[in-house]
């Protein structure tokens, strides 16, 4: 370790005087003139920085570098006040149906004649759903629906008290089983494809179209309403949430989005950010995954790995395919800052993220 530093120091020393050289783009020719150009790199501690950024880096700082002042949320893209004194906001989605939200989080509820059907219960705000409740009914909750497996979606369910009938997907039982965890308890019926919940004159359709973001991840469809709700795959106005909203199923995520897409709802509750969607919203959408799946494509195909790795490390595949990938992604966010940049509130947060997903998907799958 201070070998390394000592050296360090003195190489830089050493070269301290190239210094502007060796940061400018290096014309060929006075590079041949001043010889220990061609050891740049060996000034850096094994690790560090280079002295020379990739070519064409953009000014939204990569991942891991701390950004002053974000890009400023569109207007279009927040939601009405949370009152900060309640914690939470409900939306009167039609027919006794609400959506409650703190503007991060979504989730809904069903008031029917004798009880209310809970749709997820955000660890957020889970703490005052029941009082959510109360403001329009004093009607038992009777049953809860899962959307998915996600703790940060149904982890507050010990917050609505009682036993109500808990129904999912399949898929989310097994993966409940799996993670054992007492605040997220296992469903007591459960579906394959389809699942109709009628109570009192009220429905919801509950669908299973594939893994995307999460196997068990399901559509909730409430005809009557016009609404339908799918967590963690559209995201109203902003940009998704990293690598595809951490979905596990990249081009099974996109493919859902199209789905959505072209399914005949009003009302879109996406789980997250400020408000409900439109169709406007997911097309809009769409059409980004769809960019970002050409920029990244065009970017694989005209990089080529290796080109500027140190010499003494191209017997190192890891540390040649990470520069290669590094290069590919700064071409896919070059391509879309100017299109996209000022359209999807947060663009600047996670583009280096959907850039990385999406070579990685393309390169594998
Ligand atoms: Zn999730």
Redesign the pocket.
């Known amino acids: 370790m201070n070998t390394n530093h000592h050296f360090g120091i003195l190489a830089l020393a050493a070269l301290s005087g190239l210094a502007a050289c060796t940061r400018a783009p290096a014309p060929a020719e006075p590079a041949k003139a001043q010889e220990p150009m061609k050891q740049e790199s060996t000034a850096d501690e094994p690790g560090a920085p280079g002295h020379t950024p990739y070519a064409n880096m953009p000014k939204i700082a990569p991942i891991g570098v701390r950004i002053g002042k974000h890009f400023d949320v569109p207007a279009g893209a927040r939601g009405p006040e949370v009152d900060p004194a309640k914690g939470y906001r409900l939306q009167d989605l039609g027919n006794g149906l609400y959506m409650v939200t703190d503007n991060i989080y979504q989730s809904m509820f069903l008031v029917y004649d004798k009880g209310v059907v809970v749709v997820d219960t955000p660890p957020n705000y889970a703490a005052n759903l029941p009082k959510a409740i109360a403001e329009v009914t004093d009607k038992p909750i009777t049953h809860l629906i899962y959307s998915?497996a996600?703790k940060?979606?149904i982890g507050g369910t010990k917050a609505l008290g009682g036993k109500p009938i808990i129904i999912a997907q399949e898929e989310t039982a097994r993966l409940l089983k799996r993670d054992n965890d007492p605040d997220r308890p296992l469903p007591t019926v459960t579906f394959k494809d389809k699942y109709t919940l009628e109570v009192g004159g009220k429905r919801l359709d509950l669908s299973y179209h594939g893994n995307a973001?999460?196997p068990g991840n399901i559509f909730i469809s409430a005809p009557e309403q016009k609404v339908l709700m799918v967590?963690?795959v559209a995201f109203p106005g902003w940009m998704p949430w990293r690598r595809f909203a951490v979905a596990q199923d990249v081009l099974g995520s996109i493919a859902q989005l199209d789905e959505i897409a072209k399914l005949p709802w009003e009302t879109l509750v996406g789980g997250h950010v400020a408000r409900t969607g439109t169709h406007a919203d997911v097309d809009m959408q769409v059409e980004f995954y769809k960019d970002l799946k050409q920029a990244a494509g065009q970017a694989l195909s005209s990089t080529k790995p290796g080109e500027g790795v140190n010499p003494e490390d191209m017997k190192n595949p890891w540390a040649i395919y990470d520069d290669y990938i590094d290069r590919v992604v700064v071409q896919c966010v070059n391509t879309l800052t100017p299109k996209w940049s000022t359209r999807l509130a947060a663009y600047d947060v996670y583009i280096w993220d959907q850039c990385y997903s999406m070579e990685q998907t393309l390169r594998i799958e």
């Open positions: 998915h996600h940060d979606h973001h999460l967590i963690d």
